[in-house]
């Protein structure tokens, strides 16, 4: 295997993941009689590594390309171009056998965890079915295990004959975190897991996945528009702007001294519990949110920055390292 460069991340921690110039990209049709064709540049272009036993987050508004840039890490999307490296294993490249084989290693929770749970299956067949899928066990050793993994993510395990509409959505929400542990992967994709959740339960699943992430040693994906929650559960953090990184580094200094402009103003729109501080006066975006069709020239931010010059809106920034930090951005905020 050629060695490849890391980026954005701490030297002294193993690589579990490498992406290099993913691209995900999406037909449509257009036009009154669907005759032309266009692409929705989902993700456009992204690279960065992914440390053993860190949560990365990745950050940005609804449809900059966050969720499809998880699934396809996890190949449940296709990509269109680019590399990612599991282990030094190109996961784009494996075969349907070798991909099976890669799954235990590889899981997701998903966002609405009503939507991602078979009604008509009982707990214990949900978090049992990726057992019976890759492993060979009786069903004594299934029950087990299935009992174990419910304990773990605190349900009853006298809980395992009811059907998901008979539990609340935190609960139904562990139940899926159990079936992503089942087989004891080592990377997690948590697609926004607390978004579709009442703010009083979410803290609990975030504390959930902390103490998981400590007895298992996994490393995540954490996806989120909840810069709140980020700021609290990630070591890391990526500012997707349509289908683009805009800035990457620990979540600290990212959010204490943003070095992109749309990082600034996205720190700056996220609530604020203190009472005091809500007085003072908001940052406030201009314009709308470019067409991933049709992304603009340049910096895809260039339209609605309040700092853009010329060369913005013709030359695409590259993602350099400032001040141990990734950034695309021709001026940023140092």
């Known amino acids: 295997m050629h060695k490849i460069q890391e980026l954005g991340g701490d030297d ?17 049709e257009k036009g009154m009689f669907r005759k032309k064709s266009a692409m929705v540049h989902a993700v456009d272009d992204i690279s960065f590594d992914i440390y053993e036993g860190e949560t990365l987050a990745i950050v940005g ?9 998880g699934r396809t890490l996890l190949r449940l999307l296709d990509a269109t171009e680019g590399e990612a490296y599991f282990e030094d294993q190109n996961i784009f490249e494996l075969t349907s056998k070798e991909l099976r084989q890669l799954r235990k290693q590889m899981q997701i929770i998903f966002q609405d965890p009503f939507a991602s749970l078979n ?6 067949d949900i978090i049992g079915e990726p057992l019976v899928t890759h492993e060979s066990m009786n069903k004594k050793e299934k029950d087990e295990r299935v009992a174990e993994l419910m304990e773990v993510v605190g349900l009853r395990k006298t809980y395992g004959n009811r059907y998901p509409h008979m539990f609340s959505g935190g609960q139904r929400q562990r139940i899926g975190i159990a079936r992503a542990l089942a087989l004891n992967p080592k990377f997690v994709v948590c697609d926004e897991p607390v978004s579709a959740l009442d703010v009083s339960i979410q803290s609990q699943i975030i504390n959930l996945l902390q103490k998981l992430q400590e007895q298992k040693q996994l490393t995540y994906l954490f996806i989120s528009h909840d810069l ?15 289908g683009k990184i805009m800035e990457l580094g620990p979540t600290n200094e990212v959010y204490d001294h943003p070095l992109h402009p749309y990082t600034k103003f996205l720190v700056a729109a996220a609530p604020v519990p203190d009472p005091h501080e809500r007085s003072k006066e908001k940052l406030i975006l201009e314009g709308e949110i470019p067409s991933p069709i049709n992304p603009p020239s340049g910096c895809r931010f260039h ?11 013709s030359q695409e920034p590259e993602l350099k390292q400032i001040e141990g930090r990734m950034v695309a951005c021709h001026y940023p905020l140092v």
């Not at 002294?12 to 449509?28: D, I």
């Open 12 to 28: 002294v921690n193993r690589v579990l993941m490498k992406v290099r110039n993913v691209k995900t990209y999406f037909p449509v």
């Open 61 to 69: 508004e609804s449809g900059c390309g966050k969720s499809t840039l």
């Open 119 to 124: 009604p008509r299956m009982k707990v214990t």
């Open 228 to 242: 709140n929650v980020v700021r609290y559960f990630s070591d890391r953090i990526g500012v997707m702007f349509v």
């Open 303 to 313: 339209t609605r920055c309040p700092y853009v010059q010329d060369r913005c809106k």
